[in-house]
T-cell receptor, first 115, second 110 residues
Framework: NSKVIQTPRYLVKGQGQKAKMRCIPE?????VFWYQQNKNNEFKFLIN????????QIDMTEKRFSAECPSNSPCSLEIQSSEAGDSALYLC?????????????FGEGSKLTVL | QQKVQQSPESLIVPEGGMASLNCTSS?????YFWWYRQHSGKSPKMLM?????GEKEEGRFTVHLNKASLHTSLHIRDSQPSDSALYLC??????????FGTGTKLQVVP
């Protein structure tokens, strides 16, 4: 069973609606990643954090997507205005290392369907 | 363009058979390769990692890496129906996140 906890497991939104997903990383893991896995199994990296600090993010994230990892609260990923193309599985992963040498521990994901 | 290419897209092997999966990075700036397994409806879980040229074996699973060609392969011997899953390859270096391929869907038939 995953020790990275993601909620909710499923979201259904209309176009233009907000969608918010949360993630509690594995205890002791300072680095959190968000990936998008689409129906073709393409993984797209969105953003990663070390504690509360953004390490890297892609351009897409800077527009409609926002994310944070506040101290003593779950991390979150929010899509301000959902589009049909955002329908995907959003995977949160945590790691001991910010470097590429760290194994990723994934949550079960939040499956977003945009109608 | 996909920087991590996996082949084949799908593979059917008989129970007890050998499954061989391939992965190549087109980004020369990678040092680390990872194999994850994702059962249907579940999260990816790391199977094996390899950072040096050569071979690494863990039980029924063997992974090879050729750093010159940036090619890694995963071999599963004595395949079981429970091995049926999506196998994902990822590549990274010390300065960046793991980039994933689109996976090989393995089906082990009794």
């Amino acid at each position: 069973n995953s020790k990275v906890i993601q909620t909710p497991r499923y979201l259904v939104k209309g176009q233009g609606q907000k969608a918010k997903m949360r993630c509690i990383p594995e205890k002791g893991h300072p680095v959190v990643f968000w990936y998008q896995q689409n129906k073709n199994n393409e993984f797209k990296f969105l953003i990663n954090f070390q504690n509360q600090e953004v390490l890297q993010q892609i351009d897409m994230t800077e527009k409609r997507f926002s994310a944070e990892c506040p101290s003593n609260s779950p991390c979150s990923l929010e899509i301000q205005s959902s589009e049909a193309g955002d329908s995907a599985l959003y995977l949160c992963a945590s790691s001991l290392s910010r470097e590429g040498t760290g194994q990723l521990y994934f949550g079960e994901g939040s499956k977003l369907t945009v109608l | 363009q996909q920087k991590v290419q996996q082949s084949p897209e799908s593979l059917i092997v008989p129970e007890g058979g050998m499954a061989s999966l391939n992965c190549t990075s087109s980004d020369r700036n990678v040092d680390y390769f990872w194999w994850y397994r994702q059962h249907s409806g579940k999260s990816p879980k790391m199977l094996m990692s390899i950072f040096s040229n050569g071979e690494k074996e863990e039980g029924r699973f063997t992974v090879h890496l050729n750093k010159a060609s940036l090619h890694t392969s995963l071999h599963i011997r004595d395949s079981q129906p429970s091995d049926s899953a999506l196998y994902l390859c990822a590549a990274s270096n010390s300065g960046t996140y793991q980039r994933f391929g689109t996976g090989t869907k393995l089906q082990v038939v009794p």
